[in-house]
Nanobody, 121 residues
Framework: VQLQASGGGLVQAGGSLRLSCVAS????????MNWYRQAPGMERELVAR???????DYADSVKGRFTISRDNAKNTAYLQMNSLEPEDTAVYYC????????????????WGQGTQVTVSS
């Protein structure tokens, strides 16, 4: 199983970006899909979460500006980021709890490679 994140880049404050995270491989079911971020010198923090049923949760710092969504048919999660601020500058990582079937069902936590988001003031 692999997670491939894309969509990062350089944007001015107030601008928007849309991140995508595609899961591929031998997948039986994708449970929660999450976006984390890590700024230089900071710990990795949860930005947004979406369950398999579509329920969402956000960090207080991004509520009202970011929207997480998913397309289960495409094994893809998205993070629409609007009104970006310099404080949003970080490497963004996608994460997912995925169940595989290899004779038996097993669930593991997977990480994508990260995509850089830089917001200039």
């Amino acid at each position: 199983v692999q997670l491939q994140a894309s969509g990062g880049g350089l944007v001015q404050a107030g601008g928007s970006l849309r991140l995508s995270c595609v899961a591929s491989g031998s997948i039986f079911r994708i449970n929660d899909m999450n976006w984390y971020r890590q700024a230089p010198g900071m710990e990795r923090e949860l930005v947004a979460r979406i369950t398999s049923g579509g329920s969402t949760d956000y960090a207080d710092s991004v509520k009202g500006r970011f929207t997480i969504s998913r397309d289960n048919a495409k094994n893809t999660a998205y993070l629409q980021m609007n009104s970006l601020e310099p404080e949003d500058t970080a490497v963004y990582y996608c994460n997912a709890a995925i169940t595989r079937y290899t004779g038996t069902l097993s669930s593991n936590n997977y990480w994508g490679q990260g995509t850089q988001v830089t917001v200039s003031s």
